[in-house]
């Protein structure tokens, strides 16, 4: 029994550094999505910034355990702390456009791609004689 409550108390140590949320990154025609695993996590704890000349998606945050007295675990394999997470984006994207929702522990996000015909003209109006 010793030795189970030995591994729970180092558990709990090794769990509370800092970690990393799975992500899932995928494309179709018209933008990037970003999928992340953030069960537990509050939506205030979250932040969420791109850094355009990287290419780069940049998630912070943290995860506060439910049971505060970490003593009592006998298992522990949730991840809890403060997190980051950069995410490179493959290609460009229309920075303007980024939207970002969170629902039920998972955030998506979505990198639309710049429009390939560029922006759109604009016809001139001519004033004068």
């Given at each position: 029994m010793a030795e189970v409550r030995f591994w729970a108390i180092h558990r709990v140590f090794q769990a509370s550094s800092h970690w990393q949320p799975a992500v899932d990154l995928c494309e179709d025609s018209d933008a990037f999505?970003?999928?992340?695993?953030?069960?537990?996590?509050?939506?205030?704890?979250?932040?969420?910034?791109?850094?355009?000349?990287?290419r780069i998606i940049r998630l912070r945050g943290s995860r506060r355990p439910l049971f505060s007295r970490p003593g009592q675990y006998l298992i522990l394999e949730i991840n809890y702390g403060s997190f980051q997470r950069d995410i490179v984006l493959p290609g460009p994207v229309d920075e303007e456009g980024i939207k970002a929702s969170f629902r039920n522990g998972i955030l998506h996000i979505i990198a639309p791609r710049p429009s390939p015909e560029g922006p759109s003209p604009y016809q001139l109006q001519l004033k004068g004689e």
């Open positions: 999505h970003i999928i992340v695993e953030l069960a537990g996590v509050d939506r205030d704890e979250v932040s969420v910034e791109y850094l355009p000349e990287e």
